[in-house]
């Protein structure tokens, strides 16, 4: 046992790329014990963001599949159909994103897993609801991102749509599957229950983007136009400083009136564009323009020190490289370097929320293809000679690490 | 009990605006009774998003405040202390984002809490871990978003910082803090402990955009530097077509051979720079903007017909406006309107997921200020004339709807 909340939960992760394995990196943060199924090729997340020490084990990969054990199976194999539904019936969860109808065929589909196993949660994070007509289309981070009004937010902003520069479809739509398997996880202690969960990323991120921006037209008839104005406004931007960036954030009257007497124009106060949150909402152009303008004449610091000071909430713009150098972040301990068996040592961007009362304790590094396949099959009842001959049909990866602690 | 796999859990929802809100909006949409505690003039959030039919109703309000009951209540008032002693006492879960030295004033720290209820779950959702130096900084969304790498993305894609025109960091955040309830839950019908969750923005957010962008700086010493060239490379964009922009994904060969014969080019698979995935990852640039130029010459609803065809994922591009018109966003029933007591009909953006075994039938709409103030102190144990002495004191709002249902 792992001492995390979900000490004792066994899930199954038939997941790739980033969707999956955001959600069960979580899951395996929090104490899961989460056996990854993996192709021989490998998770396709292993070569799809750059080089790494040895082959297949990018950034990327490493950043998602810590805490998880590898198991390399051919699917498609007639030998894996029985260790599948073997492992089926010993786990308490299944995430799948495969599709629905190769899961079919692969008898991993809700209904088959179902019978092999009443009390599994089975979530099927799909592209799209399975009563719509999408039903079947493939889907990629950007390709929900164009579809649900995520791009569409810079269009609005900027006059051109634009991807936001993360897979942040995926990452958001796997991070609410976690919380979709804990509420099952809850459930089924309580009732016996299993449960089928789908968890569309169409539709989840299209309430994602509703909810910011339905606006005016939340009522019939409209009151107005979609598109929350101070979100979308041209200049919703970090502030130019003489030697960098700054954050700003004044939006109550105390904040507005602290950002005026900082910049030496205390009399904005009673200027009627900027005297009151309405006025400021109604000339939210002028306002930030008016921000946009002012702070070029000191350094970042010290325009973060005189904000302090009255009580504007100020921090400064972090690039990728001076976030890591973050002291804040340091004291708190996010990120750490640990000593992979294969790829030296490593960053690991650790769990950012604390328990009082249950954590996980081990860490396990992210794994090679098929590194605990033996051991994870030695587990499911499987004699050793089996395993070998598994291994010699190429049914199965043994990936085990020669001479390296496991 | 309301049916969904949180139905009987007890929330009480000390926060505001959005990051609380989205929170206890998806426990209550999963079945939780949830209480939300506001002060006499309301949740900021009323207000802050524009105009509705009646005051304080603003859309992003009723957008995340579905499903809740509202006390209105003067939390420094003095009797106030004991309802919400009796509360705490009262409650499965507590959720807060007041500042925490707030907190400590009012008596409704962790600490003070835990002794009134061993076996709380509270949900403390902080700007930044009480255990580094910005702990007592207010955190916005913006100062969230620019301090933690996400406006940094847009700076590496085109060279400017900008804030994703979307309360984004809270509400991740928000949805995170969702799990981490449901793991306590679980964890305590399986133990009966109790727990205290820290839920920081700034590390939550930090870690997200770290898990995307670290890149050859995960290994020590590192292979290169940050950021995922894919995902910020100038061109990820939407493609322009002759009526509008359509959202294409060609990652593996297949669909990259398949736009080029799409587009006519079908010579382009034997190009060095675009025959395998390795060449196209190291001609991004190329890559990218070729797909750029080539689609100009047909409809969006053209080409998403030519790419199905040929198995190259794509999906025409939405704004707002078009998906709310999307014809598989109204299959699956996401978007529907409903009939809100004092609002007059409004759009209800609905749960994306779907469960096999529980769901939560009834629907609450979104509440006036103090609606559900005496039903809630009545519960807790309140007589109607002491009720009404606080009500008469100011110590709570009595906002009951006058000649309409419940």
Redesign the interface.
């Known amino acids: 046992m792992t001492g995390g ?2 000490a004792g939960v066994r899930v199954l992760d038939l997941t790739a790329v980033v969707v999956g394995p ?1 959600c069960t990196q ?1 899951l395996a943060d ?1 104490g899961a014990a989460v056996i990854k199924i993996e192709p021989p090729e490998g998770d396709l997340l292993r ?7 040895t082959p297949k084990m990018s ?2 990969f ?3 599949n810590r805490n998880k054990r590898s198991l390399a199976i051919d699917l498609k194999a007639p030998e894996a159909r029985d260790i599948m539904a073997k492992l089926v019936a010993q786990t308490d969860v299944l995430v799948a994103n495969i599709r629905p109808a190769a899961l079919k065929r692969l008898g991993l589909d ?1 209904e088959t897993c179902a019978l092999r196993n009443q009390r599994l949660i089975y979530c099927s994070l799909v592209g ?2 399975q ?4 039903r079947a ?13 995520v ?8 006059g ?8 942040m479809a995926d ?2 739509v796997g ?2 599957a ?3 398997i ?6 089924r ?2 009732t016996g ?8 990323m ?3 991120m ?15 008839p409209p ?2 136009g ?4 101070r ?2 406004n041209p200049e ?3 502030l130019p400083t003489q030697d960098g ?5 004044a ?1 109550t009257d105390a904040q507005a009136f602290g950002f005026f007497e900082a910049i030496g124009r205390p009399e904005l106060k009673d200027d009627p564009r900027f005297s009151s ?1 309405p006025a400021r ?1 109604a000339n939210v152009q002028a306002y930030f323009e008016l921000r946009a303008r002012a702070l070029k004449t000191r350094t970042t610091a010290a325009w973060v020190e005189i904000f ?1 000071r009255l ?1 504007v ?9 001076s ?2 150098e ?4 340091g ?2 301990g ?2 750490t ?1 640990v000593a992979h068996p294969t ?5 690991n ?2 769990v ?7 954590r996980r304790e081990d860490y396990l590094p992210p794994p090679k293809i098929g590194q605990h396949s033996v051991e994870i099959l030695t587990e499911a009842g499987y004699a050793a000679d089996t395993i070998r001959a598994l291994a010699e049909r190429k049914v199965i990866v043994d990936g085990r690490l020669v001479g390296a602690p496991r």
Chains 1, 2 share one sequence.
């Open positions: 909340p979900l955001v979580t929090h070569t799809l963001a750059g080089k790494s020490p950034s990327k490493l950043a998602f809700p799209f609801g009563n719509g007509r999408y289309k493939p889907a990629y981070d950007t390709i929900i991102q164009g579809s649900t009004g791009a569409a937010c810079y269009a609005r902003a900027t051109e749509p634009r991807y936001v520069p993360m897979v990452h958001i991070l609410i976690v919380q979709q804990a509420m099952a996880l809850y459930h202690e309580r229950a299993g449960q089928t969960i789908e968890v569309p169409f539709e989840n299209a309430a994602f983007v509703l909810q910011q921006h339905l606006y005016l037209r939340t009522f019939e009151l107005g979609t598109g929350d104005p979100l979308v919703a931007k970090p960036y700054i954050c700003i954030s939006n949150v909402f302090d009580d909430p100020a921090m400064p713009y972090h690039t990728f490289e976030l890591l973050d002291p804040h972040l004291e708190v996010l990120v370097t790829e030296g040592r490593i960053k961007v650790g950012p929320n604390r328990w009082s009362n249950a």
